[in-house]
């Protein structure tokens, strides 16, 4: 620990108090021995006060001292980092539908481990913390608006179906559009709460076939960006997936590349999860980032506890040695 991280560090300045007491004590001590050794007889006072008594008789003392810092920094109010649950934000939960999401390379599909994972996450996600669902393929549905609500949206993730295309950047934007509407209710940008985006999908956006268009994947990725709003990105699956088209095993491979430069332009993360476990993992992990914020603040407790318990001990020491207080 540096000064830097106490609160009032002008209350060390009680230290120099403590090391007037630790040379008092000192100083005490040199001036009993030298009337002891004046006065007494060598022989009889080696019997009634043992060498090993001397030493132990500091004991109290000492612990008393150590005690006295101890407390001495708590007063000066040491400062440290600790996570803290949010009671504001908005989260929007986009969930890729497409039917490359059936494929069974994740048990029992990819689509059935997602739902099982966002259900976890969304139990598991601070309170406070308002929660909507998008799930889109050829267009984007917003099936629940940001909510305090966690039964609306885990009800509404085991409703979701299949359905043909991949408009990734139609998500992004629906779901950006929802964050804004719920700023404007609670008064404005300026004073809402921190929102980001969590989209899992397996694949390359193939309605606009350039993510660069301006309802494109990169170019929402960009707007996010534009207002503030981080698109965490999961690509979910392997590159073995396939998926049974009317007869035919189509290769379904998870495209990593796209999804991290989604995260990249929005100022978001990516993440890869190839099974139920990994997914879970991640969304813990977003869970953790999202859900509690890192704050300044006072750490004394510690110290006042590791304090109080010197001073019961230096107590107690002296009782037990000494058959008096220190």
């Not at 917003?142 to 990734?168: E, F, W």
Request: charged share 25%; proline share 6%; aromatic share 4%.
């Amino acid at each position: 620990m540096s000064f830097f991280d106490l609160a009032s560090p002008w209350w060390l300045l009680v230290l120099l108090g403590v090391a007037g007491l630790v040379g008092g004590y000192i100083y005490m001590q040199r001036r009993r021995k030298e009337r002891a050794l004046k006065f007494a007889n060598l022989d009889l006072l080696n019997t009634v006060a043992p060498k090993t008594r001397n030493r132990s008789q500091h004991v109290p003392i000492v612990l008393m001292i150590i005690a006295l810092i101890v407390l001495t920094v708590a007063m000066a109010g040491p400062q440290a980092d600790r996570k803290v649950p949010r009671n504001k934000a908005t989260v929007m939960l986009v969930i890729d539908v497409s039917r490359s999401m059936d494929a069974t390379d994740v048990a029992p599909s990819r689509l059935k481990a997602a739902q099982e994972a966002g259900k976890k996450f969304a139990d598991e996600l601070t309170e406070g913390i308002n929660l909507g669902l998008i799930s889109y393929a050829g267009t984007a549905t917003t099936l629940v608006s940001p909510t305090p609500d966690r039964a609306a949206t885990k009800a509404a993730i085991d409703k979701l179906q299949l359905d043909d295309k991949t408009a990734t950047g139609e998500g992004i934007l629906a779901a950006v559009s929802q964050i804004k509407t719920l700023n404007a209710v609670l008064g404005g940008d300026a004073g809402a709460p921190p929102a980001q985006v969590v989209l899992l999908s397996d694949g390359k956006e193939t309605v606009p076939d350039d993510p660069d268009d301006p309802r494109g994947a990169f170019t929402s990725a960009r707007k996010a960006k534009e207002e503030q709003i981080p698109v965490n990105t999961i690509s979910f699956g392997t590159r073995g997936g396939t998926v049974d088209l009317e007869g035919d095993r189509i290769p379904v491979p998870v495209d990593d590349d796209s999804l991290r430069r989604i995260a990249q332009l929005s100022g978001g993360k990516f993440f890869t999860a190839s099974s139920l476990d990994e997914l879970n993992q991640v969304y813990e992990n977003l869970q953790n980032q999202i859900g509690y914020e890192t704050r300044r603040g006072d750490a004394s407790r510690p110290w006042l506890i590791a304090g109080t318990l010197l001073v019961l001990l230096a107590v107690i020491s002296a009782v037990a040695i000494n058959r008096r207080l220190p």
